[in-house]
């Protein structure tokens, strides 16, 4: 009888996975012709599926003209709704158009899943009426992101913070740049509120209180050198993004010589946004694979979800002077049984000027033997030649990294690892120029 029961379970597993095969031909058989109107309609040009009827209440409308036009197309697969189920994240690959420049590759993104998305209409009519339902147009001129209108000057920290964690701890520096750098107005440019329309005040603080990644982008772009996606526009509440390429997880085994690479470009990354020359910290919160992506051509790593990143103003940390500002701030190690845990202190990010939360997150979500992601573990650096195993300073130096013996000892072993893959890429490069 035991025998038995093995032979029993395959079959019915061969059972269900046929069952399961039968059901979606009979699916797609039964939907042929919404199947066709699929592909043949550009669902990007509906006013409605773009939630462009909702706007204000939306993110922006500075690229309804390239959606309307039908510059902006899904590509095969993303045209196919009853797939949406598996989109949870509601992320799409699209093509857009130029007539003189061609068509390139670009990412839509609703900022949300469909839950998230119905649960800020909800938030908008409970801060309107206090009802979950209401006309929302009319509601949204009844919250708080209307009534910044007139001649208000100046976006403030007291009225925006704690919104999300772009502005958990804003200064009125960021909170310039980040109104100076609103792209979803023709008078980009100036930091002064009053200058933008009603409604693009109405959008830039919807944005900023329910998903502020498109005001992350804007406010550190990519053209100026820092790591992240390129901003395209907004219609209603779909977003553009530049395709990057591939997400990091593709690489994860990846010839040694490559991970190598990529390792080094992460822990730059984790240093550009810690110590650069404008004063702001930007502290990556939610760090995976996913969240990462590799340029095809140049090699280069960009992150691609900027949904949870908390800004700090090191200029005015130093100038407030809060308790133990200038005490170096260690992030606690926590062992974790889920993917891609983090242990922080907000609060500390937000008064300490040093600070190694980037350091930590790159080296023990992605990096060491700690990384657990899709069901694997030991990290990008996984599986090291035997001359590096050998050597024992890349384990060392990550396990430093991750769970710190010493008293500060992640931001030397932050340094030392840094050094350490520029040597072991630089050695790479010359044993394949050799060849």
């Known amino acids: 009888m035991l025998r038995m029961l093995p032979l029993k379970l395959g079959r019915v597993y061969r059972c269900v996975k046929l069952l399961a095969v039968v ?8 939907n042929t012709h919404s199947l066709l109107a699929s592909f043949q309609k550009n669902e990007l040009t509906d006013r409605r599926f773009i939630n462009l009827n909702k706007c204000p209440a939306c993110f922006g409308t ?9 510059q902006v197309s899904f590509e095969a697969w993303g045209r196919l709704r009853f797939l949406d189920v598996f989109n949870v994240k509601n992320v799409y690959f699209a093509q857009y158009g130029e007539p003189r420049e061609g068509t390139r590759r670009v990412v839509l993104k609703r900022l949300g899943s469909n839950q998230e998305l119905a649960d800020i209409d909800q938030k908008i009519c409970k801060r309107a009426t206090g009802r979950s339902r209401c006309d929302l147009i009319q509601g949204v001129y009844k919250t708080e992101f209307a009534r910044l209108n007139g001649e208000v000057r ?5 009225v925006v913070e704690g919104w999300s964690d772009l502005v958990h701890c804003p200064s009125q520096r960021l909170l310039d740049r980040v109104v100076r750098r609103y792209a979803e107005t023709k008078d980009s440019g100036s930091f002064l509120l009053k200058n933008l329309k009603d409604t693009e005040k109405m959008q830039l603080l919807m944005t900023l209180a329910f998903n502020p990644e498109p005001l992350v982008l804007q406010s550190f772009p990519s053209d100026e050198g820092w790591p992240f996606a390129k901003y395209l526009g907004a219609c209603g509440r779909v977003v553009a993004v530049n395709y990057v390429g591939e997400e990091l997880w593709s690489f994860y085994n990846a010839p040694w010589e490559k991970r190598v690479d990529l390792a080094r470009q992460l822990m730059d990354i984790a ?17 995976s694979f996913d969240n990462f992506a590799v340029g095809p051509r140049d ?17 005015l940390i130093k100038q407030n002077r809060p308790e133990n500002y200038d005490v170096w701030y260690e992030s606690r190690f926590e062992e974790c049984d889920k993917e891609a845990c983090l242990s922080f202190s907000k609060e500390a990010l937000c008064s300490r000027v040093t600070v ?12 060491s033997r700690y ?5 694997t573990t030991g990290g990008l650096l996984h599986d090291p030649p035997a001359h590096v195993t050998r050597d024992g300073q890349l384990e060392a130096l ?15 072993a932050a340094k030392e690892l840094r050094d350490y893959l520029t040597q072991l890429s630089t050695s790479s490069a010359s044993l394949a120029t050799a060849r």
């Open 154 to 158: 100046l976006l403030t920290p007291e």
């Open 356 to 367: 190694d939360h980037n350091y930590y997150a790159v080296c023990q979500n992605l990096l």
């Open 371 to 375: 990384a657990t992601w899709r069901g």
């Open 398 to 412: 990550l396990d430093e990294c991750t769970n710190p013996r010493r008293r500060y000892g992640r931001f030397q």
């Open 299 to 315: 090699g280069k790593v960009i992150v691609v979800d900027a949904e949870n990143v908390l800004v700090a103003d090191k200029r």
């Open 62 to 70: 500075s690229w309804c003209r390239k959606f309307m036009n039908g």
């Open 23 to 30: 059901g979606l031909l009979v699916i797609l058989l039964m």
């Open 271 to 287: 240093e550009q946004l810690t110590n650069n020359d404008f004063d702001f910290a930007l502290y990556l919160l939610d760090v």
